[in-house]
């Protein structure tokens, strides 16, 4: 069963515009999200990640929101970038001190227009 | 410079074979993964190891076997039992007990063929 899921698969904007990616879970024992990003037939890069004792981490253009009450995640970019254009994987851990393994969303494939 | 190295990029596989995806890390991490990308699919976890000569089953581990002899090497091996194994293979190493930084890093993939 998909314990995190990613509901849209793909999400067109505009360059200099925001883009919202969304990101829900049903586990509430996770306690580490990360957002990576992916171009195909390559591997995913780190991004951007939060702790759950946390309800909002940024990095430049990037910011990561955390609801826990809502068990929902989402990634804001702005403005948006024609590079930025790829597929976006949000991932959860239940066990940030032992290094246990990711729980990876389906993703979004984001196209950012000129 | 560190990094993690899968290889080969591209692997053909006729059916009935078992073939070996290498991959190799010089991060000093414990940890290391293998995932299975499938089109609208994400990432599965196929099988981790946390320290030499251990390693535990994912989601998605029939049809699949490793070794982890090294700690900078993380085999995957998929046998002739795996249905379908036409998919595009990820090894990932990690410091245990530290998803802080980085999280994971990611070899840059291996896509098998079966024809």
């Known amino acids: 069963d998909q314990q995190v899921k990613q509901n849209s698969p793909s999400l067109s904007v505009q360059e200099g515009r925001i883009s919202i990616l969304n990101c829900d879970y049903t586990n509430s024992m996770f306690d580490y999200f990360l957002w990576y990003k992916k171009y195909p037939a390559e591997g995913p890069t780190f991004l951007i990640s939060i702790s759950s004792i946390k309800d909002k981490n940024e990095d430049g253009r990037f910011t990561v929101f955390l609801n826990k009450s809502a068990k929902h995640l989402s990634l804001h970019i702005v403005p948006s970038q024609p590079g930025d254009s790829a597929v976006y994987f949000c991932?959860?851990?239940?066990?940030?001190?032992?290094?246990?393994?990711?729980?990876f969303g389906k993703g979004t494939s984001l196209l950012v227009t000129p | 410079d560190g990094g993690i190295t899968q290889s080969p990029k591209y692997l053909f596989r006729k059916e009935g074979q078992n073939v070996t995806l290498s991959c190799e890390q010089n991060?000093?991490?414990?940890?290391m993964y293998w995932y299975r990308q499938d089109p609208g699919q994400g990432l599965r976890l196929i099988y981790y190891s946390q320290i030499v000569n251990d390693f535990q089953k994912g989601d998605i581990a029939e049809g699949y076997s490793v070794s982890r002899e090294k700690k900078e090497s993380f085999p995957l091996t998929v046998t002739s039992a795996q249905k379908n194994p036409t998919a595009f293979y990820l090894c990932?190493?990690?410091?245990?007990?530290?998803?802080?930084?980085?999280?994971?890093?990611f070899g840059s993939g291996t896509r098998l063929t079966v024809v």
């Open positions: 991060l000093n991490h414990d940890a």
């Open positions: 990932a190493s990690s410091i245990v007990g530290d998803l802080s930084n980085y999280g994971y890093t």
């Open positions: 991932a959860a851990s239940a066990d940030s001190n032992s290094g246990y393994a990711l729980n």
